[in-house]
């Protein structure tokens, strides 16, 4: 960007700015450098991983849960906002005492939630936990191997 830019802030960009001693702020090192042969085979190694049937089961239990999960947990959410919008005489109507339809739902939002993840996290630990975690190991010793450690 050019200095004459009136969007341009010199001070927020945090160029040309002195780090506190005197001196110019040392410059950012690039993200990405030039990847070297053994970084080129882990990065090999990582996309075989991906590519192997055990990872693709991995995420395939994954989907099969949140994607059908998130979809009732987001028509449930959408359903009490439109009924909360749409019919105001029903969400208003009182079921016990000061308690009514609207409450209830608003409450029954927060059970759900709750309920949502723990079946996530039971989910997550009795049908993906142990094979992600072999799929950890062996993609680690894996990529050892092909930056020359010891495998």
Known sequence: MA???PWYD?????WGEL???GMPAPAVPPARAEPDAAAARARDVYVEVQRSEAFQEVRGRYRRFVVPGVTAFLAWYVAYVVAATTAPGL???PV???VNVAMLAGLGQFLTTFLFTWAYARHARLRRDRAA???RWDTQELA???QGGTS
């Open 3 to 5: 200095p004459e830019d």
């Open 10 to 14: 010199t001070s927020a960009s945090g």
């Open 19 to 21: 780090d506190g001693a």
């Open 91 to 93: 969400m208003a109507r």
């Open 96 to 98: 016990v005492g000061a």
């Open 133 to 135: 975690l072999e799929l």
């Open 144 to 146: 050892r191997g092909a």
